[in-house]
T-cell receptor
Framework: NAGVMQNPRHLVRRRGQEARLRCSPV?????VYWYRQLPEEGLKFMVY????????ESGMPKERFSAEFPKEGPSILRIQQVVRGDSAAYFC????????????FGDGTRLSIL | AQSVTQPDIHITVSEGASLELRCNYS??????LFWYVQSPGQGLQLLLK??????LVQGIKGFEAEFKRSQSSFNLRKPSVHWSDAAEYFC???????????FGKGTTLSVSS
């Protein structure tokens, strides 16, 4: 079974452009989480989604960032008008329905802002 | 607020020696606790988890961890380290398994020959 698939693995954008990061969860998983890893820091939670619903976005910056997990297709993390400080590794994780299900992580997207 | 502290930023261990990585958490109720490992350029792999029950938890790759409520700790151990164990290790906590994870800043493990 394929694990969590993230693409692209590396993304370079210029300041002011838009960045779209994609995440396909493990087949059968309906819960998706996005985390950001900045240099010298641990991973920080951004947003938790189930199909077509945002469950918890307490870690999302108030502006420029949005996330979706449509009924069909991958989850998308969108960053508009990127700035240098958005340079980071962005990780997606997924988990299935049911109690006590741990999160399984993808290999991340490394975003670099020129 | 929940938090996780990994006091050691970097640890070097000789191959074949034992290993203990420290993790302290701050959480009011019974936490869900995890250890993940990250190799350079890769994602995070789950080593083990504690939800309830036996406080000594066995994981993959020969790792184990012990939950000590009185010390608010969940230290990771391995009796004999292999060179392939060199990586970054993250301890994490959540209030239940399906919600946001709060991560520590990680401990980088180097293995010397």
């Amino acid at each position: 079974n394929a694990g969590v698939m993230q693409n692209p693995r590396h993304l370079v954008r210029r300041r002011g452009q838009e960045a779209r990061l994609r995440c396909s969860p493990v087949k059968g998983h309906s819960h998706v989480y996005w985390y950001r890893q900045l240099p010298e820091e641990g991973l920080k939670f951004m947003v938790y989604l189930q199909k077509e619903n945002i469950i918890d976005e307490s870690g999302m910056p108030k502006e420029r960032f949005s996330a979706e997990f449509p009924k069909e297709g991958p989850s998308i993390l969108r960053i508009q008008q990127v700035v240098r400080g958005d340079s980071a590794a962005y990780f997606c994780a997924s988990s299935p329905d049911g109690v006590n299900q741990p999160q399984h992580f993808g290999d991340g997207t490394r975003l670099s802002i020129l | 607020a929940q938090s996780v502290t990994q006091p050691d930023i970097h640890i070097t261990v000789s191959e074949g020696a034992s290993l203990e990585l420290r993790c302290n958490y701050s959480y009011g109720a019974t936490p869900y606790l995890f250890w993940y490992v990250q190799s350079p350029g890769q994602g995070l792999q789950l080593l083990l988890k504690y939800f309830s029950g036996d406080t000594l938890v066995q994981g993959i790759k020969g790792f184990e961890a012990e939950f000590k409520r009185s010390q608010s700790s969940f230290n990771l151990r391995k009796p004999s380290v292999h060179w392939s164990d060199a990586a970054e290790y993250f301890c994490a906590v959540s209030n239940q398994a399906g919600t946001a994870l709060i991560f520590g800043k990680g401990t980088t493990l180097s293995v010397s020959s």
